[in-house]
């Protein structure tokens, strides 16, 4: 649970500024009466082991508290019995012990309440992600959708000895491109190449963005020289991008891999790394 308090410091603020919050507003709703030195010190003692049980959970607070508890029956013990001055009443101790022990309890339970919300929210997330298999920017499949696609490709050409080509195309240096004009103008960017695809490709030619700077296409039917064609179409189109206040084109270094299936590949993974391969070996 301190990891998620790390990477959701929200909860934890609001959690605490509840717990400061609470007896302040009750301070206020009796009038502000005055507090002696010994009450002050029972109240943020109380607040000490209800911030332990909010952040480190019941088993913590409950430890805190039984130190407070010791330390409380110690002082009373020695007022009692050595210095013979009570400044307490017997309805006030009880009333302090109480709080000292219920406020582990509470804030505990609180704990466990907002780790278990949590873990369901990261649950109900990992099984949205599994779900979504549209990239947002390009409206093209997900890397996971093209796993899928590509191994069913595989078995399907496998199967009927039908030809398929896997296309991979990669923008040189997108993360200089994206420091350089925002996240506006790397949009408007993805946004044009994936138009161009769209536009140059047939319609069952299945598209994917692999990464962020890469995309992938499945050429269903289509030998390896066909889809030099298709390079051949698309190459100069993605070479020059003009930036969405149209006052300046860019030049854009791109990156074509190739891989055809074949008998002698073992799996759609092996016909993958041919493609990334070549991607990574292109010289325009």
């Not at 911030?51 to 013990?77: H, K, Q, R």
């Not at 006030?92 to 582990?104: D, N």
Request: glycine share 6%; with cysteine.
């Amino acid at each position: 649970m301190k990891g998620f308090y790390a990477k959701n410091q929200t909860y934890l603020f609001y959690q605490l500024l509840l717990l400061l919050l609470t007896p302040l507003a009750c301070y206020f709703a009796f009038g502000s009466p005055p507090v002696s030195w010994n009450k002050a010190l029972l109240l943020a003692a109380v607040l000490l082991i209800g911030i332990a049980g909010t952040v480190f959970g019941l088993v913590a607070g409950l430890g805190l508290s039984l130190a407070v508890m010791f330390v409380f029956g110690s002082i009373l013990l020695w007022k009692a019995f050595v210095s013979s001055a009570i400044f307490l009443s017997a309805k006030e101790i009880v009333i302090w012990m109480a709080a000292i022990l219920a406020a582990p309890v509470i804030t505990g339970m609180l704990h466990k309440w907002v780790a278990t919300m949590a873990a369901e929210n990261q649950e109900m997330k990992e099984k949205f992600d599994q779900l979504v298999t549209i990239d947002e920017a390009t409206g093209f499949d997900n890397y996971k959708r093209f796993l899928f696609e590509m191994e069913d490709e595989f078995k399907r050409s496998r199967r009927t000895g039908a030809p398929f080509t896997l296309l991979l195309i990669q923008v040189k240096y997108f993360e200089q491109f994206q420091k350089l004009y925002g996240a506006k103008e790397t949009l408007h960017l993805l946004q044009s190449l994936s138009g161009i695809l769209w536009s140059h490709t047939r319609m069952t030619d299945r598209k994917f963005r692999m990464a962020d700077d890469t995309f992938a296409v499945i050429l269903s039917n289509t030998e390896e020289e066909n889809a030099d064609i298709v390079i051949g179409k698309i190459g100069g189109l993605f070479k020059t991008h003009v930036l969405a206040n149209q006052k300046q084109a860019v030049t854009l270094s791109v990156a074509f891999g190739v891989s055809s299936y074949n008998e002698g590949l073992g799996d759609a993974k092996e016909l993958v790394q041919h493609a990334s391969d070549e991607l990574e070996q292109y010289i325009p």
